[in-house]
């Protein structure tokens, strides 16, 4: 079956553009992250979703960071005003939700940040 | 300090090797520890899934978690040059109704033949 689908697969802007970053989870799954992988480090945890509930946005590290999920399923990540510190793989994951479940992760958007 | 500790490699071993990936965490209450295989250019995978201490074998695969050290392991025996690859561990603690889950920096992996 299909997996998570992330586009674009590669971005490159100019410093202070705002960028759109797309997530189509697996359908029938529930819970949604997105996660920042800079070079050399470890996933950064960004923000859930899970169903109709309030986002967990405590990971988002600026208020230039936002995302929104339309009717529970596709998700979009926007980065406003974009600093070259912002230049990372933007990572989507899915879920059914639950306590033991298991995310599985999309491609990835790399975004270069001029 | 980090609340999970990876060493990021790059670690290169012979085909045919025991190949040990570790990570240290500091906070308590994790309670489910896994290992992601990441492939260049792609998202994560997960390979192993533990809940609390104890052992855990997958073919050639053995995840180890030692909660009173705080500290776990991935075994690979027989590595193979498709195993080339950047492993992830990953932790979280059950709270707020789902599992945030904590990455270590991840171990660049090579296995030449």
């Known amino acids: 079956g299909a997996g998570v689908s992330q586009s674009p697969s590669n971005k490159v802007t100019e410093k202070g553009k705002d960028v759109e970053l797309r997530c189509d989870p697996i359908?029938?799954?529930?819970?949604l992250y997105w996660y920042r992988q800079s070079l050399g480090q470890g996933l950064e945890f960004l923000i859930y979703?899970?169903?109709?509930?309030?986002?967990?946005k405590s990971g988002l590290p600026s208020d230039r960071f936002s995302a929104e999920r339309t009717g529970g399923s596709v998700s979009t990540l926007t980065i406003q005003r974009t600093q070259q510190e912002d230049s990372a793989v933007y990572l989507c994951?899915?879920?059914?939700?639950?306590?033991?479940?298991?995310?599985?992760f999309g491609p990835g958007t790399r975004l270069t940040v001029l | 300090q980090k609340e999970v500790e990876q060493d990021p490699g790059p670690l290169s071993v012979p085909e045919g090797a025991i190949v040990s990936l570790n990570c240290t965490y500091s906070?308590?209450?994790?309670?489910?520890f896994m290992w992601y295989r990441q492939y260049s250019r792609k998202g994560p995978e997960l390979l192993m899934y533990?809940?609390?201490?104890g052992n855990k074998e997958d073919g050639r695969f053995t995840a180890q978690v030692d909660k009173s050290s705080k500290y776990i392991s991935l075994f690979i025996r027989d590595s193979q040059p498709s195993d080339s690859a950047t492993y992830l561990c990953?932790?979280?603690?059950?709270?707020?109704?789902?599992?945030?889950?904590?990455f270590g920096a991840g171990t660049r992996l090579a296995v030449h033949p």
């Open positions: 990953a932790m979280s603690a059950f709270s707020g109704g789902y599992n945030k889950l904590i």
């Open positions: 533990t809940y609390s201490s």
């Open positions: 359908s029938g799954h529930t819970a």
């Open positions: 994951a899915s879920s059914l939700g639950g306590q033991t479940d298991t995310q599985y």
């Open positions: 979703f899970q169903g109709n509930s309030a986002p967990d």
């Open positions: 906070n308590s209450a994790f309670q489910y």
